[in-house]
């Protein structure tokens, strides 16, 4: 076998290069990074000679390397947080080949790095909650309380218990709260005296027994002893009750709320006046888990791990929300249920869609095996566009006037997303969702005007006839301020949006709303029924917006976006009094994290590139600036030394009309090469469905992209799409697979062949498939449904049915196999196993807990009654989804190394 070996090596590259446009543009692109200049700075010198780098230098990568333990690439910088001060950074690395980490202290201003002792990391104290003049800080420690003070640096230990407490914060009479074994506690700092907000019982209230009727009362008629047994126990009872009530005479209640129901989450707020509680059933749902054997233990004999119930066979649980006023002691429920299109049966549709698929089968086939490949009718696609995010405030949807409206029904069951109080407890804002994801509830509550009707104001009221997206939730107030802020896909994107208050209308604004004089409507003006506002864009466009933060002290909030290029993330903030935003890290790469110092002065970031793992970098906030050196160097002599060839990304034209995004591994010598001689390709399709691969930074699938390396020494074109479904390309990119997963992705990677075999001289009978998880579903589904477009292909612990799956990620995307059986079957592999006429090689772990062995299982004895031939399963008895041991990754990828070696490369004489 040939390898190519270049004689060039990795250099830094300013930015990765996105090639498009004809073949000369993208061999013009390699040509010039490979003869691209030394920096201005120079090469580094060559390492001296018979040191370890000079070692280094001389080896060549290979699989054996890449598949070790990646402690020879280096030990990244993970979970960097600010002291209480701000004088120090604190993070963590991995130890050596140990699942343990090391901690370090790291002084932002000289750089210096020094590796903690475990005693001295395990006493580091994590940055908790400020009072509003920032002059003293609570937070916990090993499940006590202990409060700081900058001004001096000291921290002072304020419980010692044997009691966990936790989620401390400031009040604004400066008291503070806490969670303590499930209660809330209220702790006077000055005095130490604790008490509870409330006593809330789940419980109706204690009442005396009823007077005995027939035969019981003339029992006690009868008989002085009975009667007297029956008053005495009655007396007892007031004196117990009233004795509990005395003893709890320092706290409200007791607030007593339907035996039938059951605490999920308290919201305090910051004033102390307020509760929002959050409820479910008392009786939690029944659910079956599955059970996974374990073969290799140590005493050997067989374990059996319980792990998480099948998709749609444990019932979600429902949610309702009460508010409690704590000087007056009174409750009040927050009315839900009229939310716009609670009552709108959103899977109806769809049900009745199955049942006219059922009927057609059943009436054409004597002994009915539905076909979802073929189904009918045939399934409409998702509408193009979003109905508004910005709706006026309570208004339900309208419906055309041509329509008929949804029939009403009960309201859908919710859940509480999330409850956030403003900074002076003036106003909360709730995030709901119905529990078939497809609508999300924003309101905001004023709690003097909630305690009296029940009532709150909608900000936004957004529906996604797929699924909600689970990573655009986000949202809070900004500081000081009854400002809401929040991320919205409302227009197919992540967009960071404003809810500002305004004046409610005037009686004579609202007598001003009158019907015509011929109408039989009558009006009456009222006040409104909770605040008023309007809804606004802050960053909004076609790019994504995550991670928002607020700054501590200047009000500017802080996030991440990739407004210029989907895959390239950087880090802005805004100014939500003006509009203005400005670019303060827009180095090439990607901004993977960030977090500001407590004094709002500097702030510090996790950069990575395609070409190495992420450093950490510290900035100051005054003004953006570039190419400041990282305080970290992670990586090894040996990993800095080695040959390796980086990807580049590309874009490739869809059907679709959009782009997709990819990384393009070209064997060395492309640039030069005039050869018309067709190559083998390699496409690798990453797990998970929505995620994103094709960015500027270090790839999570490190080792498969230096497999990729070698896989293009040997003459491969290996690529790597972000097909639909993928993160990072907006609301219509995740949702194109809703109740259709494979055939959209797939329809991207055929698209990919078509450009290799346009721009890169691929051989349209010599490409492989492969990938893990989602990636190992997606090579299934080409092999069993476009089995014309591969040679050969890998499935690396794959979703074979996804009946089989979990709960939350696949009832988003197909609904429950209960009422959307069409779209299980059209998207399982099993279902579509007939189909396989190439090699198949399935890996797949025995202790995976994600996707079960069984999975595997399952379809090798479909397979073996197909007599389906030329394929086969390697296990791993010791791995769980994401392999661990070096051995097993080695093993693994040799088998796919040897399959593409078997299949692709052209015969030699």
């Not at 270049?6 to 996105?18: A, G, Q």
């Not at 390492?47 to 690439?73: N, Q, R």
């Not at 120090?88 to 130890?95: L, M, Y």
């Not at 374990?294 to 444990?314: A, E, H, L, N, Q």
Request: with cysteine; charged share 30%; glycine share 6%.
């Amino acid at each position: 076998m040939m390898h190519f070996t270049p004689s060039w090596r990795r250099r830094p590259n300013p930015r990765s290069p996105v090639v498009t446009g004809p073949p000369m543009n993208t061999f013009a692109i390699l040509l010039s990074l490979l003869l691209q200049p030394s920096l201005p700075d120079g090469p580094a010198p060559p390492p001296t000679p018979g040191t370890p780098a000079a070692k280094a230098a001389e080896e060549i990568l290979t699989l054996e390397t890449v598949m070790s333990d990646p402690a020879w690439i280096g030990a990244a910088p993970e979970r960097p947080r600010w002291s209480p001060d701000g004088r120090s950074i604190h993070f963590d690395r991995r130890r050596g080949t140990t699942r343990e980490r090391d901690v370090f202290n790291l002084d932002p201003t000289t750089g210096e790095t020094i590796r903690l002792d475990d005693a001295t990391a395990d006493r580091i104290v994590e940055i908790g909650d400020w009072n509003p003049t920032r002059t003293s800080m609570i937070t916990t420690r090993d499940g006590d309380l202990l409060r700081f003070d900058p001004t001096t640096g000291d921290f002072t230990q304020i419980t010692r218990t044997t009691s966990r407490e936790s989620n401390p914060r400031f009040l604004a009479d400066g008291r503070i709260a806490f969670e303590r074994d499930g209660r809330t506690i209220l702790r006077d700092l000055d005095h130490g005296h604790e008490t509870e907000p409330a006593i809330i019982r789940f419980e109706d209230p204690s009442e005396a027994p009823p007077a005995p009727i027939g035969l019981a009362a003339d029992q006690r008629r009868l008989f002085d002893t009975l009667r007297d047994r029956a008053e005495r126990t009655e007396a007892a009872r007031i004196r117990s009750e009233a004795i509990r009530e005395n003893r709890e005479h320092d706290v409200i209640g007791p607030i007593r709320l339907d035996p039938g129901l059951r605490e999920t989450r308290r919201h305090l707020s910051p004033d102390a006046r307020w509760m929002l509680l959050e409820t479910a059933p008392a009786g939690r749902s029944t659910r079956r888990n599955d059970d996974m054997p374990v073969f290799v233990t140590d005493d050997g004999y067989v374990d059996v791990r319980s792990i998480r119930p099948k998709v749609g066979t444990s019932a979600r649980t429902p949610e309702r929300l009460f508010l409690i006023d704590l000087t007056e002691a009174l409750v009040r429920e927050i009315d839900l249920d009229e939310l716009p299109d609670r009552r709108i049966d959103r899977l109806a549709a769809i049900r009745a869609e199955n049942t006219v698929w059922r009927d057609a089968i059943e009436a054409t086939t004597p002994n009915p095996e539905p076909d979802a490949s073929e189904p009918t009718p045939d399934t409409p696609a998702p509408p193009p566009s979003l109905r508004s995010r910005i709706e006026r405030l309570a208004e339900p949807a309208a419906t055309t006037s041509d329509s008929e409206p949804p029939e009403a029904v009960d309201p859908r069951p919710l859940a509480i997303n999330m409850v956030i109080w403003s900074d002076d407890g003036t106003l909360a804002a709730i995030q709901a969702r119905s529990l078939d994801n497809k609508d999300r509830w924003i309101m905001v509550l004023a709690p003097e005007i909630a305690i009296e009707s029940g009532e709150t104001t909608v900000v936004e009221h957004l529906h996604d006839p797929a699924w909600i997206g689970w990573r655009f939730n986000e949202m809070g107030w900004l500081r000081n301020s009854d400002t809401l802020w929040f991320l919205s896909e409302g227009l197919g994107w992540s967009d960071l949006m404003a809810w500002r208050p305004t004046d409610p209308p005037t009686p004579s604004d609202e007598a001003a709303e009158v019907p015509p004089a011929d109408s039989d409507v009558t009006t009456e003006p009222k006040s409104p029924a909770g605040p008023t506002g309007r809804v606004e864009p802050l960053v909004a466009g076609r790019f994504e917006v995550r991670g928002v933060r607020r700054h501590p002290t200047d009000g500017t909030l802080w996030y991440r976006s990739n407004r210029q290029d989907p895959s390239h993330w950087r880090l802005e903030r805004v100014d939500p009094s003006t509009g203005w935003s400005e670019t303060m890290v827009d180095d090439p790469g990607m901004v993977e994290s960030f977090a500001i110092s407590p004094d709002g002065e500097r702030f510090l970031f996790l950069h990575s590139t395609i070409e190495a793992p992420a450093e950490l970098h510290v900035r100051s906030t005054a003004a953006p600036a570039s190419g400041t050196p990282p305080l970290t160097h992670s990586t090894t002599a040996r990993f800095d030394a080695m040959e390796r060839h980086p990807p580049i990304l590309v874009d490739i034209p869809g059907r679709h009309g959009r782009p997709i995004r990819g990384r393009l591994h070209l064997p060395p010598d492309s640039a030069n090469d005039d050869s018309t001689t067709t190559r083998p390709a390699v496409l690798f399709i990453h797990g998970a469905g929505y995620l994103q691969n094709a960015h500027g930074g270090w790839s999570r699938y490190f080792r498969e992209g230096m497999f990729h390396d070698l896989l293009a020494r040997e003459g491969f074109v290996v690529l790597d799409l972000d097909y639909r479904a993928s993160a990072g390309y907006g609301r219509d990119w995740r949702t194109a697979i809703a109740r259709n997963m494979g055939p959209p992705e797939l329809d991207d990677l055929e698209d990919g062949i078509a450009w290799l075999e346009a721009n890169h001289r691929v051989d349209p009978e010599r490409i492989g498939v492969y990938g893990g998880s989602y990636g190992g579903f997606l090579t299934l589904m080409g092999l069993f449904t476009r089995p014309d477009r591969f040679a050969c292909g890998a499935a690396l612990r794959p979703v074979t049915d996804w009946s089989h799956y979990n709960d939350g990620y696949t009832a988003n995307i197909l609904n429950t196999p209960e009422a959307d059986p069409m779209a299980y079957r059209r998207s399982s592999p099993i279902e579509h196993a007939a189909g396989l006429e190439k090699p198949l090689l399935i890996c797949h772990g025995m202790v995976d807990d994600n996707v079960p062995f069984q999975d595997t299982v399952r379809l090798a004895q479909r397979l073996i009654e197909l007599e389906k031939e030329d394929w086969e399963v390697a296990i791993y008895p010791v791995e769980p989804h994401g392999f661990r041991t070096p051995s097993s990754w080695l093993d693994e990828y040799r088998r796919i190394r040897d399959l593409f070696r078997a299949h692709l490369l052209a015969p030699t004489d």
